[in-house]
């Protein structure tokens, strides 16, 4: 049988409520505070519920709440204070320190037996939810750690290292491509198609995870069979207008050729994402050898960028509360900026349009 703690100074109240009780639950008695803790210490493991009443000698309820809590047991066992006091403020009071339950006196028997009863269950049900959860926290834990081992063990291998620096000389190939790219726009438009550009290369923990997860054997020839954004490139442009001509040119360069496509900005996903995604296969050239990596371009507008980082945040951080309420706003953001982006992108087309009728009417003879 589960076991049952009442706390209360009148034994009229402790024998009702063992009357109300035994026939269900082990009732253990204690008359003051002090006590109540003493007996909570010894049957802590079995005790699922604790009625509790707020006046008492030597350490009133109050004080019993605040070391339950202190010692982190009112989490798992619940407080249901027993009371005459039926002021608003005192029940709010008790709650606001953590107590589960109220029970007034005088105790109606099948009031005081359901609400129990119904308050056990519910944190048995809490109880399990947070031993699973540990359970989980655990195991994603442990499997942190094998991934850190086995991608240390990864990373002291030469010909990883190698591949390594072969993605490294891509990402290097695809940036020079751009800023040449970025050098004639400069010369023949007077303005530049992107913003900046980021590189990043997967660690190897990262790859490994991912290689794992996916079924692949860890090794440099899956690596570069099945992974496609082992080496990436972000490219930032101001308009999306920028963006598709950009990649146009990139992709019509001699010795590169494009594997695969993705546009989020013509089609985003559910959750307002957009970006151009290509995967492109480009060539790289050793003392000895030349050869062709794969390379995960993505190119985004300014505001796509921003939206991107905060959105990162959300989806990799835990216990954010409000965490539904922030994908609605985050979404609602994303429409907005897509907006806002073929706006600004029109009121540059005007700006130049002007500017070149203003050239126009400024030539000899007109």
Same mark, same amino acid.
């Given at each position: 049988m589960q076991r049952i703690l009442v706390v209360d100074d009148v034994e009229l109240n402790r024998e009702l409520l063992r009357n109300m009780l035994e026939d269900e639950y082990l009732i253990e008695i204690a008359e003051d505070g002090e006590k109540a803790l003493r007996k909570f210490r010894k049957y802590q493991s079995s005790i699922v519920a604790v009625l509790l009443d707020l006046q008492m000698p030597n350490k009133d309820g109050f004080a019993v709440i605040k070391e339950m809590k202190k010692n982190g047991w009112l989490q798992?066992?619940? !407080? #249901? !204070?027993?009371?005459?006091?039926? +002021?608003?403020e005192i029940e709010s009071q008790c709650l606001a320190f953590g107590a589960a339950d109220f029970i007034h006196k005088p105790f109606e028997s099948s009031i005081v037996r359901n609400r129990i009863k119904n308050t056990i269950e519910l944190f048995a049900g809490k109880n399990r939810l947070a031993q699973k959860v540990e359970e989980q926290e655990e195991a994603l834990k442990k499997q942190d750690r094998i991934i850190k081992l086995q991608a240390e063990k990864l990373q002291e291998a030469e010909p990883f290292n190698r591949l390594m620096m072969e993605y490294r000389a891509a990402i290097m190939g695809v940036e020079?491509? #751009?800023? /040449?790219?970025?050098?004639?726009?400069?010369?023949?438009?007077?303005?530049?198609?992107f913003e900046s550009i980021k590189s990043r290369l997967k660690t190897p923990a990262s790859?490994?995870? @991912?290689?794992?997860?996916? *079924?692949?054997?860890?090794?440099?020839?899956?690596?570069?069979?099945?992974?496609?954004?082992? +080496?990436g490139v972000r490219v930032i442009c101001s308009f999306p207008d920028d963006i598709y001509h950009l990649a146009e040119l990139l992709v019509k360069q001699d010795n590169i050729t494009l594997l695969g496509r993705k546009d989020y900005i013509k089609s985003p996903k559910t959750n307002g994402y957009r970006?151009?995604?290509?995967? #492109?296969? &480009?060539?790289?050239?050793?003392?000895?050898?030349? @050869?062709?990596?794969?390379?995960? &371009?993505?190119?985004?507008?300014? +505001?796509?960028?921003?939206? +991107?980082?905060?959105?990162? @945040? #959300?989806?990799?951080?835990?216990?954010?509360?409000?965490?539904?309420?922030? /994908? *609605?706003?985050?979404?609602?953001?994303?429409d907005s900026i897509e907006v806002l982006d073929y706006q600004m992108q029109e009121i540059r087309d005007k700006i130049d349009s002007s500017r070149k009728n203003n050239d126009v009417s400024e030539e000899p003879g007109q």
């Open positions: 798992k066992i619940p !407080v #249901l !204070v027993v009371s005459s006091e039926n +002021a608003i020079n491509r #751009l800023q /040449v790219l970025n050098e004639e726009f400069s010369l023949e438009y007077n303005r530049n198609p790859i490994y995870e @991912k290689l794992s997860r996916k *079924g692949y054997p860890v090794t440099v020839e899956s690596i570069k069979e099945n992974l496609k954004d082992v +080496a970006s151009l995604h290509l995967i #492109l296969n &480009v060539p790289i050239f050793l003392s000895n050898e030349k @050869k062709y990596m794969k390379v995960e &371009v993505q190119f985004r507008t300014i +505001a796509m960028d921003f939206w +991107a980082s905060l959105e990162h @945040k #959300l989806k990799y951080k835990k216990d954010i509360d409000n965490a539904e309420e922030i /994908v *609605g706003l985050l979404k609602t953001c994303a």
